[in-house]
T-cell receptor, first 112, second 117 residues
Framework: DAKTTQPPSMDCAEGRAANLPCNHS???????VYWYRQIHSQGPQYIIH???NNETNEMASLIITEDRKSSTLILPHATLRDTAVYYC?????????????FGDGTTLTVKP | AAGVIQSPRHLIKEKRETATLKCYPI?????VYWYQQGPGQDPQFLIS???????DKGSIPDRFSAQQFSDYHSELNMSSLELGDSALYFC????????????????FGAGTRLSVL
């Protein structure tokens, strides 16, 4: 499985964009990058996923570098309710397709 | 929209007792996943089922077993409970072949909090 590395914590001012980085330098060509978040003791919540193109949905944008060795999750206008642990997960069809391997995520704290 | 339903939400058991956790996936979802999250830890994958067959297995203790039924709901059976089994247990569901990652999104339930005394 490709290993991911995220900063343990980040702060963001309310209303500003939150940019959460993730390194996945050993990612394979057919592995996807998924982002989930977990608000204290709630079930993890899907945010977005992508293979190599940048993706955007109603929650966030996902920017994947051209070499695919890193990605950035962007929350365009962070609110206090976005305070959570954010997990970057790599999943491939031949390895861990059936599961999400949650590693050490980033605790994002949005401050007023 | 309907979500993943887990029951019970809270469960208190004594050591060496048994427990059964239930998961009802989102309608038309055919894959179910179970995760365990200990205090202060990240969720750890236990086991998954696709179309009622086990599709992947993680660090699930031999004391635990699970199955998916014909209506796609799933049950996690835990026997000889230990203090260390106290955790949040999450169920997730998704639609379609788990290896079709372009479309495979896992949606999580609110979890069952198991306390073993």
């Amino acid at each position: 499985d490709a290993k991911t590395t995220q900063p343990p914590s980040m702060d963001c001012a309310e209303g500003r964009a939150a940019n959460l980085p993730c390194n996945h330098s050993t990612i394979s060509g057919n592995e996807y990058v998924y982002w989930y978040r977990q608000i204290h003791s709630q079930g993890p919540q899907y945010i977005i996923h992508g293979l190599k193109n940048n993706e955007t949905n109603e929650m966030a944008s996902l920017i994947i570098t051209e070499d695919r060795k890193s990605s950035t999750l962007i929350l365009p206008h962070a609110t206090l309710r976005d305070t959570a642990v954010y997990y970057c997960i790599v999943r491939g069809p031949n390895t861990n397709a059936g599961k999400s391997t949650f590693g050490d995520g980033t605790t994002l704290t949005v401050k007023p | 929209a309907a979500g993943v339903i887990q029951s019970p939400r809270h469960l208190i058991k004594e050591k060496r007792e048994t427990a059964t956790l239930k998961c009802y996936p989102i309608p038309r979802h055919d894959t179910v996943y179970w995760y365990q999250q200990g205090p202060g830890q990240d969720p750890q994958f236990l086991i998954s089922f696709y179309e009622k067959m086990q599709s992947d297995k993680g660090s699930i203790p031999d004391r635990f077993s699970a199955q998916q039924f014909s209506d796609y709901h799933s049950e996690l059976n835990m026997s000889s409970l230990e203090l260390g089994d106290s955790a949040l247990y999450f169920c997730a569901s998704s639609s379609g072949q788990p290896r079709d990652l372009a479309k495979n999104i896992q949606y999580f339930g609110a979890g069952t909090r198991l306390s073993v005394l």
